[in-house]
């Protein structure tokens, strides 16, 4: 049964650059399912997806978040990352990985905090 | 504002039927399946319906979807207390080139 399980600091400061990485377990990143997205939940709020990236390094952004956002995939060690630069508070927010463009499968989501 | 309009709150009684709209356009909902998700407090979305009127492995089929032109539905029927969460509607969208979600509806059981 595939997991996956995001990681990262739980808190970043303003200007700063956000970095998390989501593990796969139980099924390979590279196997039938070509592409692993990012999406984020500020709290008392709605979904909000940031992106996608296929095994090949090919990506989509969400428009409102691509001049700030790279996605990155590791076949080796079966991860994904999302990077967010120049964050501010209104970047505060659950992000969670998933399994397909609109997932199949999510991650349990880790939570950052932006603030000095 | 979400691309994808949701009914911000629904309700019903334990063995009622309850319907959850989710409105789109043109170029996300009638060109492109729709998943529907399931968020208990505190925990993570998990999926419910894909394309439109499938259901994911595991749900039961008081759970079921729909779509007419621009809309996609999710009627939940024989409500229970475990159905209490919040439900978010998702679909690819041609000329933003991504995921668009609704803004989510809460769904109480009185």
């Known amino acids: 049964q595939v997991q996956l399980q995001e990681s990262g600091p739980g808190l970043v400061k303003p200007s700063q650059t956000l970095s998390l990485t989501c593990t796969v377990s139980?099924?390979?990143?590279?196997?039938?399912?070509?592409?692993w997205s990012w999406i984020r939940q500020p709290a008392g709020t709605g979904l909000e997806w940031i992106g996608r990236?296929?095994?090949?390094?090919?990506?989509n952004y969400n428009p409102s978040l691509k001049s700030r956002v790279t996605m990155s995939v590791d076949t080796s060690k079966n991860q994904i990352s999302l990077k967010l630069r120049s964050v501010t508070a209104a970047d505060t927010a659950v992000y969670y990985c998933?399994?397909?463009?609109?997932?199949?499968?999510w991650g349990k989501g880790t939570t950052v905090i932006v603030s000095s | 504002q979400s691309v994808l309009t949701q009914p911000p709150s629904a309700s019903g009684t334990p063995g009622q039927r309850v319907t959850i709209s989710c409105s789109g356009s043109?170029?996300?909902?009638?060109?492109?399946?729709v998943n529907w998700y399931q968020q208990l407090p505190g925990t993570a979305p998990e999926l419910l319906m894909y394309?439109?009127?499938q259901r994911a492995s595991g749900v039961p089929d008081r759970f079921s979807g729909s779509k007419s032109g621009t809309s996609a539905s999710l009627a939940i029927s024989g409500l229970q207390s475990g159905d209490e969460a919040d439900y978010y509607c998702?679909?690819?969208?041609?000329?933003?080139?991504?995921?668009?979600f609704g803004g989510g509806t809460k769904l109480t059981v009185l």
């Open positions: 998933g399994r397909g463009t609109a997932p199949d499968v």
């Open positions: 139980g099924d390979s990143i590279s196997g039938a399912v070509d592409y």
């Open positions: 990236i296929h095994i090949s390094g090919n990506t």
């Open positions: 043109s170029v996300n909902i009638e060109r492109n399946g």
């Open positions: 394309s439109y009127d």
């Open positions: 998702a679909t690819w969208d041609d000329s933003l080139d991504g995921v668009v």
